[in-house]
């Protein structure tokens, strides 16, 4: 097996153990007491056997990966045959995995091995023309030349999960299509703005126009990479995740400002690792963690200052820092885990409310 097909079906062996762990007891027994008091609410209608439909949505959504894994030339039977053997296994014990490492399991294991992959992402869409960064130089790129056109398995593996978050979005709705054709529309929030308004409208419009003209089997998009990614393959995910991956960004601004934004969360997290380090010196910056990440970057071939690094780490740390460290607090502290098809970002538009008065004052237990 060549190392890209390797990569692929790492990906949809992953996507399917996720599916698989997300479906837990826990929460279908709390959903039933939960049910049994009026005027609770929850993730599912009234009269609903949580385990059962939970259980349905999850073969639905199995059912969906593997389809996607064979268009990408990884047979569905090999997924199947290879997690039933893996959540056999008594020495992996993968049904007692804790919380934290189910919750996006595919997104996490990604992250581990590419720890600088949002960079690199954006240098690779800079150097196939998609987008275009006036600080970025192909002269100065000490990895431009280490990796051909289309056998990026970082881009590989990045289109790809691209497809599973929108697959992941779409399960829902495709599964109360096929059941009944009826459709649950979300309730308006009446402090979306306009935009965000239209862009939810327009999200099920696309549902249900690809429904009715019979390609409901190709509504989530699949990313096409067995044969390797061109500017082509990359501009239509692009396009696809415009059109069916709807996404609250924490961090505002235009693409102008993204890279330092960038910049200023690799800041936070060095030090986080090394506290004692400076971050920024006026006077000698030579051995500094802003020093450090710009270095990082200009290998890269982007060109951008210490000094500017640090002065957008500061505003995002004024800014957002309290909602990141919520996000982390919430996602350490999961009293069970959400069914993959029903994880609209929970936990994130849970952190993005958090602070929204403006205030840094907040505070979480």
Aim: glycine share 6%; proline share 2%.
């Amino acid at each position: 097996m060549s190392e890209k097909k390797t990569a692929i079906a790492k990906h949809y062996l992953l996507g399917a153990l996720e599916i698989i762990l997300s479906v837990d007891g826990k929460l279908s027994l709390a959903m039933t007491e939960y049910a049994e008091q009026s005027g609770v609410s929850t993730f599912f209608d009234e009269g609903t056997d949580y385990g059962e439909s939970t259980q349905t949505a999850s073969n639905f959504g199995l059912t969906l990966l593997y389809t996607a894994a064979e268009n990408n030339g990884v047979e569905g039977e090999f997924i199947d045959q290879t997690i039933k053997d893996l959540m056999n296994d008594e020495d992996l014990a993968l049904s007692a995995t804790p919380y934290l490492i189910r919750y996006r399991l595919t997104e996490c294991c990604y992250a581990l091995e590419y720890a600088d992959a949002p960079l690199e992402f954006y240098r690779e869409l800079v150097g196939y023309g998609v987008i275009s960064c006036g600080k970025y130089s192909r002269n100065i790129d000490k990895h431009a030349k280490e990796s051909g056109p289309g056998e990026l398995l970082q881009l590989i593996r990045t289109g790809l999960l691209f497809e599973f978050k929108m697959l992941q979005r779409v399960v829902a709705v495709m599964l109360s299509l096929k059941n009944n054709n009826t459709i649950t529309l979300p309730t308006p929030d009446l402090k979306m703005s306009a935009v965000e308004q239209k862009n939810i409208s327009d999200y099920y419009k696309r549902l249900v126009d690809n429904w009715f003209m019979g390609a409901e089997r190709k509504v989530f998009v699949s990313f096409q990479c067995k044969n390797g990614v061109s500017r082509e393959n990359v501009i239509a995910l692009l396009e696809n995740i415009n059109k069916y991956y709807l996404h609250k960004r924490m961090f505002s601004g235009t693409q102008g400002s993204w890279l330092g934004t960038l910049g200023a969360f690799d800041i936070a997290c060095e030090h986080d690792e090394d506290p004692v380090i400076a971050i920024y010196n006026e006077e000698s910056n030579s051995h500094t963690i802003s020093e450090k990440i710009r270095l990082k970057y200009l290998g890269l071939g982007f060109s951008v200052s210490a000094r500017s690094l640090y002065l957008r780490y500061k505003s995002v740390k004024k800014e957002r820092y309290s909602q990141v460290r919520y996000y982390c607090f919430l996602l350490l502290n999961q009293g069970f885990i959400i069914p993959w098809h029903l994880d609209n970002n929970y936990y994130y538009d849970m952190a993005l409310r958090f602070c929204s008065t403006g205030t840094n004052e907040c505070n979480y237990p």
